[in-house]
C-alpha cells in the first residue's frame, strides 16, 4: 500500500510539474509583451516630453524644399530663456563688432534653403528647426539627443564639457540666445564645396562682446547670438584656447578605428580643391581689435587617420588643410 501510495503521489507531482511547464512559458510571453508595451509606453512619453520642450509655440511655421519644417518662436520664448538665471534677460543692443577684420578667399553669402523663397518672417521671432520623432529615436538615448551632431551640410554651435557628457547644439537647450530671423542654425546650407571643384568660404567670427561680456556669434555678415555671460565661469574674462580643425567622435573606443570621414575625407596633402581648410586664422585682443595667428600649433591623434598642414599666403593669411578617411589599411 505504501508503495502504491508513493507511485500515487509521484504522479501528481509529475502531472504537476508538466502541466506547470506548458503554462509557465505563456505566462512569461503575457509578462514580456506588457513589460514591452510598459516600456514602449514610457519611451513614448519622454519623446513627447522632448518634443515639446524643444518645439516651441510657434507665429508661424515654414516648410524648407529638404523636408524640414522651421518655427518662428517669438525671442523671448527660445530655450535660452528657459534657464532660470536667464529667464529675464531680454535683448541687448548689437555687440560691437571687432576691429581690423580681414576677410580672404572665395567668400559667399551664406544661403539657406529654407529662406531660398523669401517666406516673410514675423518681426521678433527667430526661425528654429523643428525636431522630429525619429530624430530622437535615431539617437542612443533621449537624454543623450542634441549633444551629437546630425550629419547634414550644416552650420552648429554648441557647448559640451565632461567628455561629452553634458551640453548640446544649437538651440536645443539652454545656451545660444539667438537675435536674428535671417539665420536657422541646423538647417541646410548652400552653395557646398565638392571634391576637386567650386570651392566655398563662410566666414564664422566668435569674440566676447566688451560692452556686456557676452560670447557673441557671426555668420559671414549675419549677427547670430551670443551666448550670455551668466553661463560661465572659466571663460567669464578670456578664452584659454583657440582651436581650428575638424573632430570626429568616436563612440567605439576598443573596436576598429571609426570609417567615420573627415573634412572632404581625404588627407591635407592633397591640398585646394581636395582637403578641408581654414583660411585667414585670427583671434580677436582684449582691446577689442583682430589679429593675425602665426604661431600655431599642429596636432593630430593618429596621422595616419587624419592630419593637418599649415601654411601662409597673401589671399588666405594663416591657414591649415586638414581632414582624413578615418578606418583605411594604414588607420586600422
Keep these: 500500500m505504501k508503495s502504491g501510495a508513493c507511485s500515487e503521489i509521484s504522479s501528481t507531482v509529475s502531472a504537476f ?24 509606453s514610457k519611451k513614448m512619453k519622454s519623446i513627447k516630453a522632448t518634443l515639446g520642450k524643444n518645439n516651441k509655440r510657434c507665429v508661424k511655421s515654414i516648410k524648407s524644399p529638404d523636408g524640414d519644417v522651421l518655427d518662428c518662436v517669438l525671442f523671448h520664448l527660445q530655450p535660452t530663456f528657459d534657464h532660470p538665471m536667464l529667464k529675464a534677460t531680454m535683448p541687448l543692443d548689437p555687440p560691437k563688432i571687432p576691429n581690423g577684420n580681414k576677410k580672404g578667399g572665395m567668400e559667399t553669402e551664406v544661403k539657406q534653403l529654407w529662406n531660398s523663397k523669401g517666406e516673410s518672417r ?11 520623432e525619429s530624430e530622437i529615436l535615431r539617437s542612443n538615448s533621449i537624454s543623450k539627443f542634441g549633444k551629437k551632431l546630425i550629419k547634414r551640410n550644416s552650420i552648429y554651435v554648441g557647448h559640451e564639457n ?13 545656451g545660444l540666445a ?31 562682446d566688451p560692452g556686456h561680456g557676452n560670447w557673441c556669434l557671426m555668420v559671414g555678415n549675419i549677427q547670430v547670438g551670443y551666448w550670455p555671460k ?20 568616436n563612440t567605439n573606443t576598443e573596436g576598429p578605428h571609426t570609417s567615420t570621414q573627415m573634412g572632404s575625407g581625404h588627407f591635407s596633402s592633397e591640398g585646394f580643391g581636395k582637403a578641408a581648410y581654414v583660411n585667414n586664422i585670427q583671434m580677436v585682443d582684449q582691446n577689442n581689435m583682430l589679429h593675425p595667428v602665426s604661431d600655431l600649433e599642429l596636432y593630430a591623434e593618429n596621422m595616419n587617420c587624419y592630419d593637418v598642414s599649415n601654411g601662409y599666403s597673401s589671399t588666405w593669411g594663416n591657414y591649415i588643410f586638414f581632414g582624413g578617411p578615418g578606418s583605411n589599411p594604414n588607420c586600422p
Design 162 to 174: 565632461d567628455g561629452y557628457q553634458s551640453g548640446c547644439y544649437d538651440l536645443l537647450c539652454a
Design 17 to 40: 510539474f508538466l502541466f506547470f511547464l506548458l503554462l509557465s512559458p505563456v505566462f512569461s510571453t503575457i509578462d514580456l509583451r506588457h513589460a514591452n508595451k510598459t516600456f514602449e
Design 122 to 132: 514675423p518681426q521678433g521671432t527667430i526661425p528654429i528647426r523643428r525636431q522630429t
Design 178 to 208: 539667438q537675435r536674428t530671423h535671417e539665420f536657422c542654425l541646423g538647417a541646410s546650407i548652400a552653395p557646398i564645396s565638392t571634391y576637386n571643384s567650386n570651392q566655398f568660404d563662410i566666414t564664422i567670427l566668435i569674440w566676447k
Design 230 to 249: 551668466e553661463l560661465f565661469t572659466d571663460l567669464h574674462e578670456h578664452a584659454a584656447k583657440i582651436e581650428f580643425g575638424g573632430e570626429v567622435y
